[in-house]
């Protein structure tokens, strides 16, 4: 059974940077995609960025391409989500997610079936 938690969110000043990182027990297949989602106060979940554990191939959001980067650490088994430039429409609670059976829509949160319970950020002087 794969259990993910995420760690490092904080209030943030705006233009400031953060780290997110969520550890996964269990192994890891490399056939799966892990992701980050978030979702805003009283918005729906988004998609933010992905990684192919396989090939280390990402995606992201144009939202926040240029700013974040997500990377994982196979000898830890841990995603990170490294937050540059925030800005106020960056606050959400951020989640981390695994697909196991990816079949190529790594921006569907129903293609996903383990959840982390998210960490707050919140960008804001």
């Known amino acids: 059974q794969v259990q993910m938690a995420e760690s490092g969110g904080r209030l943030v000043q705006p233009g400031g940077s953060l780290t997110l990182a969520c550890p996964v027990s269990?192994?890891?297949?490399?056939?799966?995609?892990l992701a980050w989602f978030r979702q805003a106060p009283g918005k729906e979940r988004e998609f933010v960025a992905a990684v192919s554990w396989r090939n280390n191939r990402k995606w992201y959001s144009d939202s926040v391409k240029g700013r974040f980067t997500i990377s994982r650490v196979a000898a830890e088994n841990t995603l990170y989500l490294q937050m540059n430039s925030l800005k106020p429409e960056d606050t959400a609670d951020y989640y981390c997610?695994?697909?196991?059976?990816?079949?190529?829509?790594?921006?569907?949160?129903?293609?996903?079936?383990?959840w982390g319970q998210g960490t707050q950020v919140t960008v804001s002087s």
């Open positions: 269990g192994q890891i297949l490399s056939s799966y995609v």
């Open positions: 997610a695994l697909d196991p059976d990816y079949r190529g829509s790594y921006y569907l949160q129903t293609e996903y079936e383990f």
